[in-house]
C-alpha cells in the first residue's frame, strides 16, 4: 500500500490537504503532519513513530514544505528506511497528481511528477494562454 | 510598494503563511486569500475589488495554488492591470524567498526565484547531502 504524509512548520500540511479536498474530494491515502503546532508533542518522536510504523512491503511518499528545514532534516534521517520516499517543496499540484495517479512504481512516479514542475509553477504573465491546462 | 497575496481553494493560504511565519516571523507585506470557504462571499467580486484596490506605482505578486484552477483563472482576466504579477503553484520556498528578497525589480525577481524551483522541489532520496542548503 502506498501513503503519503504532508509534514510542514505549521498549519500548511492541513491547509493544502483542505485544498486538494476542495478539488477532488477526500482521500484516505492522505494525512497530514502540523510540526510545532502543539508545544506538548515532540516532534522527532512523532517522525519515528511515523518512520516505525511503515509496514514491510508498504511505501510512505513524504512531502514536506522547504529543503534544509527542520522537519525535511528530521525526515533525511530516515532515507534508508525501507519504504520511505521524501520529497520537498510541497505544492498543490504535486499532491495532486500524486493522490491521482494509477501508476505502480512510486519511484517513477515521483520523478515523473518532478520532471512536470516547471510547467505547473508557472509567471502566468508570460505564458500564452494556449499552455494553461483544463480547468480544475 | 509590493505587496503578496496568497490566493487559494480553501485553507491552504492562511496554512502557509501560518509556515512562513514561524520560520521568518510575522510580514505585514503579505495577505492570503482562502477562496470558497465562506459561502456568503463572492470569489469574482473579492478579486475584482482586490484588483481595483492597486494604487498607481504599486505591486501586487499573486501567487495561486494551481495552474488551470478557478483561483489561478479568475486572476487571469485581470492580466493586462498595471502593477499584477501572478505565479501559479505556491510553495514555501518560493514564498519565503518572494518575502525576504531585496531586488526592486519584481518581474526579474519572480524570473529568478522561478529558475530555483528545481533545486527545491527534490526528491531527496536522490540528492547527496552537500546539496542540502543551510537549515531554517
Known sequence: ???ILLATHGEFAAGILNSAEIIIGK???VQALCAFTDPTKDFQKQVQTIIE???PGDEL???TDILGGSVNNEF???LDHEGLHLISGLNLPLL???IL???P???KLIEELLEQMPKQIQYCNRIEFEEIPEEF
Open 61 to 63: 511518499v513524504v512531502v
Open 101 to 103: 495517479s494509477t501508476e
Open 96 to 98: 495532486i497528481e500524486l
Open 1 to 3: 500500500m502506498r501513503r
Open 27 to 29: 482521500s484516505e491515502q
Open 76 to 78: 533525511m534521517r530516515y
Open 53 to 55: 510504523e511503515i509496514q
Open 105 to 107: 512504481d512510486t519511484e
